[in-house]
């Protein structure tokens, strides 16, 4: 059974940094790409990062460029995101995805995942 597994959200000031973390199993995690996604209230699910199987190539949504850092270790089948110069506007439910094959692809479409964890709150005050 496969399960991905958020922790590390959280309530932090304008300016301030967070590492969320995935853990995964009952699916090999070296062999995918991964996603984190993440969800406002009264907002659609949107794409933040991705990053492909062996963790040297990474995709950031505009926004975060720059600012938000995904990674992975595959050792510990972990998948992370380091958010720095957080803003309010990343507030969300952040979550991380996997696909439904094993594949360096690395969707940006919530469709194109088939795995998703419960989710870690990120709440930035201003």
């Known amino acids: 059974q496969v399960q991905l597994v958020e922790s590390g959200g959280g309530l932090v000031q304008a300016g301030g940094s967070l590492r969320v973390s995935c853990a995964n199993s009952?699916?090999?995690?070296?062999?995918?790409?991964m996603g984190w996604f993440r969800q406002a209230p009264g907002k659609e699910r949107e794409f933040v990062a991705g990053?492909?199987?062996?963790?040297?190539?990474?995709v950031y949504e505009d926004s975060v460029k720059g600012r938000f850092t995904v990674s992975r270790d595959n050792r510990k089948n972990m998948l992370y995101l380091q958010m720095n110069s957080l803003k309010p506007e990343d507030t969300a439910r952040y979550y991380c995805?996997?696909?439904?094959?094993?594949?360096?692809?690395?969707?940006?479409?919530?469709?194109?995942?088939?795995?998703w964890g419960q989710g870690t709150q990120v709440t930035v005050s201003s």
């Open positions: 995805a996997a696909p439904p094959v094993y594949s360096a692809y690395i969707g940006t479409r919530s469709y194109e995942y088939t795995y």
């Open positions: 009952g699916r090999t995690f070296s062999a995918s790409a």
């Open positions: 990053i492909t199987p062996d963790g040297y190539t990474s």
